[in-house]
């Protein structure tokens, strides 16, 4: 399996609605990512998780609560969005092998409208 | 910071021309340089260069660093109406709060005419 696979590939939601996206990968990779992307823009990076653990939280706001239950899932929990945070998010894992740094392989991607 | 610049950022061809697109980084402890093509979703990876001077091939599609000037080049010959996309470049950080951090470049977005 040499895929990052993300569910669910659109999602429509209202201001006051939670949902979760979730993203899955079986390559044996401990390093995962979440990119928030907006049209004609590159990825903006939003967290990353290595060995399981949150390394970097790129000022997100809290409407946006990541979760890594284990070495192969990530999950992004969302509250009360707002509709600027209508866009693509994509999820990402790559190799990680000491201090050297690999290439990040990304999923399909959700595409996200908050109404 | 660390800084990524692509150019052209738009670029019009017919099939069959040659393109090259062009990728500038200005990082702390540089490691790698990543190239991806993006269509309608997700960032697919295309080469990771590491050594300079060193062409990585793939097809059609070739990628060469010069680390000494800090830049890169992607180069598409005989382009094809399937290589229209936005073709991103990025570093990733590495070392103290930027480990595991990929700076992109605002992207390329190729247009192949039949």
């Known amino acids: 399996d040499t895929e990052v696979t993300q569910t669910p590939k659109h999602l429509v939601m209202g201001m006051t609605n939670k949902k979760s996206l979730k993203c899955e990968q079986h390559?044996?990779?401990?390093?995962m990512y979440w990119y928030k992307q907006k049209a004609k823009k590159p990825p903006e990076l939003m967290f990353v998780?290595?060995?399981?653990?949150?390394?970097i939280n790129e000022s997100v706001p809290s409407r946006f609560s990541p979760e890594c239950p284990n070495s192969s899932l990530l999950n992004l929990h969302l509250h009360a969005l707002q509709p600027e945070d209508s866009a693509l998010y994509l999820c990402?894992?790559?190799?990680?092998?000491?201090?050297?740094?690999?290439?990040?392989?990304f999923g399909p991607g959700t595409r996200l409208t908050v109404l | 910071e660390d800084k990524v610049v692509q150019s052209p950022l738009s670029l019009v061809v017919h099939e069959g021309d040659t393109v090259t697109l062009n990728c500038s980084y200005e990082?702390?402890?540089?490691?790698?340089l990543l190239w991806y093509k993006q269509e309608k979703k997700a960032p697919t990876f295309l080469f990771m260069l590491?050594?300079?001077?060193i062409e990585k091939k793939s097809g059609r599609l070739s990628s060469i660093l010069d680390k000494k000037e800090l830049f890169s080049i992607l180069n598409i010959t005989a382009t094809q109406t399937g290589d229209s996309a936005i073709y991103l470049c990025?570093?990733?950080?590495?070392?103290?709060?930027?480990?595991?951090?990929?700076?992109f470049g605002q992207g390329t977005i190729l247009t192949v005419h039949p």
């Open positions: 998780y290595s060995y399981e653990k949150l390394s």
């Open positions: 990402a894992s790559s190799p990680k092998s000491g201090q050297l740094y690999n290439e990040q392989f």
């Open positions: 990082v702390t402890n540089f490691r790698s």
């Open positions: 390559m044996g990779h401990r390093a």
């Open positions: 590491t050594s300079s001077g």
């Open positions: 990025a570093v990733p950080g590495a070392g103290g709060t930027s480990y595991g951090k990929l700076t």
